[in-house]
């Protein structure tokens, strides 16, 4: 099973919002999916337009999931994606 980190949309029309979720590659945008990692609001004003679950992210890239193009820059953002390169980088240097 391939699983990837993406983005369900919900709200109504015109007014996007949108679930950070971890799901199988193989179901649809807005289908079942895994786990709720988190929130975007792009049309919102404020700051608090993007939350992550960052234990539970760092979690799923961990254990393989796929980050999809906008949820990678959503990640990379919140430096998310640097905090998964460093736990790697670790991990490799551990093992030597």
């Not at 029309?13 to 996007?16: V, Y």
């Not at 709720?36 to 975007?40: K, T």
């Given at each position: 099973?391939?699983?990837k980190i993406r983005m369900a949309r919900v709200g109504r029309?015109?007014?996007?919002y949108f679930r950070?979720?971890?799901a199988d590659s193989r179901r649809a945008r807005d289908g079942r999916f895994i786990e709720?990692?988190?929130?975007?609001q792009p049309l919102q004003k404020e700051d608090?337009?993007?939350?992550v679950n960052e234990e539970?992210?760092?979690?799923?890239?961990k254990d393989g999931a796929l980050p999809s193009?906008?949820?990678?820059?959503?990640?990379?953002k919140l430096g998310i994606m640097r905090k998964f390169h460093e736990m790697n980088q670790a991990r490799r240097?551990?093992?030597?």
């Open positions: 099973m391939s699983v029309r015109k007014a996007a950070i979720v971890v709720i990692l988190g929130r975007y608090k337009q993007i939350y539970r992210a760092l979690k799923w890239l193009d906008t949820v990678r820059s959503i990640f990379r240097l551990a093992a030597k």
